[in-house]
């Protein structure tokens, strides 16, 4: 049985809440906020890169992008991304990245259980190249120790994966107890919009 080690607040929220490699690499700009109270934890980030199109390979259908520190990386663009014949090189590709989590209790328990949707957004045929997808991730899992000694809460997954979440607010050892379940809800969503190249 493997151990975890993740924290119930700050830590938690810093490594789920990571954006993705190719934007966090760009310098992007960046706003988030995180609130804690016993019991709960709950924080958003959201994520602002712009990047220029410097090549694209029609025939994969991938895009090459160069961000505002000079960095290049490749994006490919699934057959879902409508109208990928209208990006040119020299178009800015703007890419708006949110994460939102949120941590609760809850009493009574129930089945462990992981579910999942997900949801996207097309422009519509003739429009310039953009779109959105979301996500979002619910997990229940049981609180099988509680040791303010320690600073840890144990939790088992719907997987039978055990994590030990570091505890950084007291105050929640006032209502978590064991037997307990916390109820984990993440949600990410991405929009992509293709601004035209200016005019010379």
């Known amino acids: 049985m493997s151990l975890h080690r993740l924290t119930f607040t700050g830590l938690l929220v810093s490594s789920i809440l990571a954006a993705p490699a190719a934007l966090a690499q760009q310098a992007p700009v960046t706003s988030g906020a995180m609130a804690t109270e016993p019991g709960k934890v709950s924080a958003v980030r959201m994520v602002e890169v712009s990047a220029g199109v410097t090549a694209i390979d029609k025939a994969t259908r991938t895009v090459t992008l160069k961000g505002p520190e000079g960095r290049i990386f490749d994006v490919v663009a699934g057959n879902e991304v409508r109208n990928f014949d209208q ?20 009493k009574g328990g129930g089945i462990r259980q992981s579910t999942e949707s997900a949801d996207a957004l097309r422009t519509k045929p003739g429009e310039k190249p953009g779109g959105a997808v979301a996500r979002q991730v619910t997990t229940l899992v049981d609180v099988i120790d509680v040791s303010p000694a320690k600073k840890t809460i144990t939790v088992k997954g719907p997987k039978g994966n055990v994590f030990d979440l570091d505890v950084q607010n007291p105050d929640h050892f ?27």
């Open 174 to 200: 006032k209502v978590v107890k064991k037997g307990d379940q916390i109820e984990v809800d993440y949600v990410e969503s991405m929009a992509v919009a293709v601004v035209p190249a200016a005019k010379k």
């Open 87 to 106: 990006i040119k090189t020299g178009d800015q590709v703007v890419v708006r990245y949110t994460q939102a989590l949120a941590m609760a209790v809850r």
